[in-house]
């Protein structure tokens, strides 16, 4: 039984399997998608600031 997943941009089931070339969106737009809100920087991956910093900041 192939697991379905739900497409990360317009929320559509999608099944992953070998089957699905855009797994886990469910086609190329979707894809490009978020590929172009990756590239606008509208995902952030949040830092760990190190624990030196935080005494900088306060000051």
């Known amino acids: 039984m192939a697991t379905i997943v ?3 941009t317009c929320g559509k ?3 992953w399997t070998e089957a699905s070339k855009y797994r886990p969106f469910c086609c190329e737009r ?3 998608i978020d590929l172009g809100a990756w590239a606008e920087e509208k995902y952030v991956i949040p830092r760990a600031m190190p624990s030196g910093d935080e005494d900088e ?3």
Do not use: A, L
């Open 6 to 8: 739900d497409c990360p």
């Open 13 to 15: 089931k999608v099944e």
């Open 30 to 32: 979707c894809r490009q």
């Open 57 to 59: 900041m306060q000051s």
